[in-house]
């Protein structure tokens, strides 16, 4: 008989913040910077979470422990049906669960999430089309979505549903062999 493990919960977080200087972007709005791990190539902040720790609550402390700021998180256009297991929608909900390949054995939450004021030192801040150019092959897919998702913040930010902004979440939703599927939060289970 195959023990049942213990579901591993991990989190990863797509984290922006406002391009310094004086000069706007074409929105005459200052275009948005990706913020991942310094040293070697872009790699977005992720971390293994105790199990009893809250998703959101952990992803908040994680960035604010990485950039010494108070993060603030993006709610999901769509509200949250519900998560496996859980009883009610948990609130901040993730944007997507990352699932595992094979069996219920590893979950991943993953948040999006803006900073006030410019780019802090903690993480390498990087324009959206360059993180995803210098991104390793087993990374392409995350880089991807974030530089997706970081053209689409405006709207986002606003709380709209463009065309725009539906065409970056698909791409969350990729099944190539290069990651994990994702599933929406807000899907039904």
């Known amino acids: 008989m195959t023990p049942v493990h213990a579901a591993a919960?991990?989190?990863?977080?797509?984290v922006y913040a406002r391009t310094?200087?004086?000069g706007p972007g074409p929105d005459g709005r200052?275009?948005?910077l990706l913020g991942v791990l310094?040293?070697?190539?872009?790699e977005l902040p992720s971390e293994r979470l105790a199990?009893?720790?809250a998703p959101a609550d952990a992803a908040l402390r994680a960035v604010a422990r990485l950039t010494g700021r108070a993060p603030r998180l993006v709610i999901p256009p769509v509200p949250p049906l519900g998560q496996p297991g859980a009883a009610e929608p948990v609130f901040p909900p993730p944007w997507w669960i990352r699932a595992p390949h094979s069996g219920p054995y590893e979950t991943e939450y993953e948040y999006v999430m803006t900073l006030p004021g410019a780019p802090p030192?903690?993480?390498?801040?990087?324009e959206l089309a360059v993180a995803r150019a210098r991104a390793h092959a087993e990374?392409?897919?995350n880089l991807h979505l974030a530089t997706a998702l970081g053209t689409v913040l405006e709207p986002l930010l606003e709380g709209k549903i463009?065309?725009?902004v539906i065409r970056a979440m698909t791409l969350g939703h990729s099944r190539r062999d290069v990651g994990r599927p994702r599933s929406s939060a807000a899907a039904p289970w």
Request: aromatic letters at 10%; hydrophobic letters at 25%; charged letters at 15%.
């Open 9 to 14: 919960l991990g989190l990863r977080c797509f």
């Open 20 to 22: 310094p200087g004086p």
């Open 30 to 32: 200052q275009p948005w």
């Open 38 to 42: 310094p040293g070697g190539g872009p």
């Open 51 to 53: 199990g009893d720790t």
């Open 121 to 126: 030192a903690g993480l390498a801040w990087t």
């Open 139 to 141: 990374d392409d897919e």
């Open 162 to 164: 463009t065309p725009s």
